[in-house]
C-alpha cells in the first residue's frame, strides 16, 4: 500500500511527546521544575485535524503537568501517560475509539516507539528520529521534533483526504469569530 492510501485511511494521529512534540529537552530549574517547548506550528496542526473529524491522541512513557496543560490547550482529550509499554496504551486507544490500527498513524522518535510504530497503518517520524525508527517510518517529516513534524505531517493527511482547501476557507479565510484559537 502507498503512503497515500494509508493517509486516506487515517481517523486517529497517535503522538509521542518528547522528541515529536518537543525538541527532546527537559529543562529543570533551580527548586526541581521541569520546562518543556513546544511548536505552535504543531500546535495549529493538531487544531486543524481536530476541525475535520479526525482525533489526536498522546501516548507517552513519560508523565508531567506540563504536558496536561498543552493538551488541555488543544483540546485533546486522549492522553495516556506513563505508558511504559505502548503497545498496551495503543490497544487502549484503539479500544476506546472503535477504529482499527490501519485508520491510525503513529509519530515517534525513539526507540520507545519502535514496537507501537509497527502496529499502526500510517508510521511516522520527525527528521532527527534514531535510525531505526526512520527505517520504519512510511512517512519522514523534514522538520525535526519539536520544530513542525507534527504539522507536516497533519498538512499531509489533509491534504491527501481532500480536506485542506475547505481547512483554509473555514479557518483561515472565514473563521468563527467566536472560536478560541490557542495553538
Not at 59 to 79: F, P, Q, Y
Request: proline content about 3%; aromatic content about 6%.
Amino acid at each position: 500500500m502507498t503512503l497515500k492510501e494509508k493517509a486516506q485511511k487515517i481517523k486517529l494521529l497517535i503522538c509521542d511527546v518528547d522528541g515529536v512534540l518537543t525538541d527532546g529537552k527537559i529543562y529543570i530549574g533551580n527548586e526541581g521544575e521541569l520546562f518543556k517547548a513546544f511548536d505552535v506550528k504543531d500546535g495549529l496542526g493538531i487544531k486543524m485535524l481536530l476541525a475535520n473529524g479526525i482525533d489526536v491522541a498522546i501516548l507517552t512513557a513519560r508523565s508531567s503537568e506540563i504536558l496536561k496543560c498543552r493538551t488541555r490547550e488543544l483540546g485533546i482529550t486522549n492522553v495516556l501517560q506513563g505508558q511504559r509499554d505502548k503497545v498496551i496504551g495503543l490497544g487502549e486507544l484503539l479500544s476506546r475509539s472503535g477504529l482499527n490500527a490501519e485508520e491510525v498513524a503513529y509519530i515517534g522518535d525513539d526507540l520507545p516507539d519502535y514496537a507501537v510504530i509497527q502496529k499502526v497503518g500510517l508510521a511516522a517520524c520527525p527528521a532527527n528520529a534514531v535510525e531505526e525508527i526512520e527505517k520504519l517510518a512510511d512517512f519522514k517529516s523534514r522538520f525535526p521534533g519539536g520544530a513542525g513534524a507534527v504539522r507536516e505531517l497533519a498538512e499531509y493527511i489533509l491534504k491527501v483526504q481532500g480536506k485542506w482547501e475547505d481547512t483554509l476557507d473555514t479557518m483561515f479565510l472565514h473563521p468563527d469569530p467566536n472560536a478560541r484559537h490557542h495553538y
